[in-house]
């Protein structure tokens, strides 16, 4: 059998308590942490999302946002 929980204020908590029976003896093996996604590719899907910004947006970040002159 196995289950699947975290760890809370230093408490391992199962996803189903039930499965297991008062005084059951457990063996622990942490999962292996998931390698972060570029940020590129978790936010791909938003590329485009909002119409009408302007084609330079990027470039000239400074005057659309302080109104500065254009650079």
């Known amino acids: 059998m196995e289950l699947e929980g975290v760890v809370h204020d230093g ?3 199962p996803d189903d308590a039930m ?8 063996r622990i093996t942490p999962a292996p ?3 972060p996604r570029p940020f590129g ?5 938003f590329k485009g ?3 009408g910004l302007p084609e ?3 470039e000239q970040q400074d ?4 109104r500065t002159p254009k650079r």
């Open 11 to 13: 408490v391992i908590v």
């Open 19 to 26: 499965a297991l029976a008062e005084g059951t003896r457990v």
């Open 33 to 35: 942490l998931e390698k």
């Open 41 to 45: 590719e978790r936010f791909a899907q």
């Open 49 to 51: 999302a909002v119409p």
């Open 56 to 58: 330079d947006l990027a």
């Open 63 to 66: 005057h659309y946002r302080l």
